[in-house]
């Protein structure tokens, strides 16, 4: 595999405590890789360490075959890693439309934002955003009247906006209904067409929806990576969840 992000030997390490213990991850183009593990094995920090937001003590990153490491946020984002949170961050008060156009790459502060000309080609290509988050027909309703789903939806819009061509997503079903949860899967579908996806998720029903290859984490460690099947029938993966969380062994 010839990877778009490349994780070597990664260590973070937070006032003495190892979060992450020397991971080695590769993303090829237009994959999707689905992280999974216990509560503080070190997923959450493994996305922020790649976009600049967890110092890394040692190890190495790698995007397009150059070196991302310790780089800032700032910088991580304009070379094309976007990164959705947990929790939804959008402006309430203004529509759908309005928030994808403030995203767009290139937009300088709300009201210059909004008050650009807005161009055919930008209006098309909020479309083009809206219609791939399933939201096109709500492109004038105010957010705050949109469901958690759909506003998670939208928020995964604005990263397409900066047109990442790494899209790395935390718990992007948290709090959804089924039927969020399964169009969101879809959603991902559509985004790894053109782009590389890593997801954080629990939703063991979602990770087979959308699943290529999972990886398992662990105390900060990589206990095991491959297909869905491969890592439900892997003893270390059930006695880790074993009492935990389940995880949904059957097929
Ligand atoms: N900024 C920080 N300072 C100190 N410790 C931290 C910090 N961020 C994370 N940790 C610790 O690092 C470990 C890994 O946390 P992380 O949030 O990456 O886990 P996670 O796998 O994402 O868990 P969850 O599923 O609960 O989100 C946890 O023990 C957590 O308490």
Redesign the pocket.
Known sequence: MNPILSVQDLRVV??G?Q?LKGIDLEVGKREIVTII??????????L?AIVGK?PVASGHIYYRGKEITNKSRYEVARMGIGRKF?NPNVYNELTVFENILLALKGAHGVVAAIRAKLTRVKKARIEAILERIGLLEKAYTKVSSLSHGQKQWVEIGMVLAQDPTVVLL??PTAGMTSDETHLTGEIIKSIAEDRSVIV?E?DMEFVKQIAQRLVV?HQ?EKLIEGSVQEVQNNAKVIEVYLGRERIDVAA
């Open positions: 937070f006032a405590f979060a593990g216990p509560n503080g094995a070190g997923k959450s920090t493994l922020d967890s947990q935390d718990e954080i629990h984490l900060g």
